[in-house]
């Protein structure tokens, strides 16, 4: 069974940063893409960065590329989302996922970004 396990959300003002972290198990995690997503009330789900197997693949949602950085270590495993130079729309739920199939996908852990 597929477990993730989102953690380091937090309220910071605009300009600030976090780290988000996503504990996995249940499945190979050192053969799985992974994703984080968001998704902010009232809207869809949005894709904002997915890790290939190795790292050797990366890709951001342009709304957050320059200001996030993916990382994960297949050791642990884990998956990580530094944010930086927050914005009051980076207020989202952000949710750890298997692939980007948004149905294996962690409980998630809330952001919010206000002054």
């Known amino acids: 069974e597929v477990r993730l396990v989102e953690s380091g959300g937090d309220l910071v003002q605009p300009g600030g940063s976090l780290r988000l972290s996503c504990a996995a198990s249940?499945?190979?995690?050192?053969?799985?893409?992974m994703s984080w997503f968001r998704q902010a009330p009232g809207k869809d789900p949005e894709r904002v960065s997915l890790?290939?197997?190795?790292?050797?693949?990366?890709d951001y949602a342009d709304s957050v590329k320059g200001r996030f950085t993916v990382s994960r270590d297949n050791t642990k495993p884990a998956l990580y989302l530094h944010l930086r130079d927050l914005k009051t729309e980076d207020t989202a739920m952000y949710y750890c996922?298997?692939?980007?199939?948004?149905?294996?996908r962690g409980q998630g852990t809330q952001v919010t970004v206000s002054s």
């Open positions: 996922v298997k692939g980007s199939n948004w149905r294996e």
């Open positions: 249940g499945f190979t995690f050192s053969a799985a893409y």
């Open positions: 890790i290939s197997p190795a790292s050797t693949t990366i």
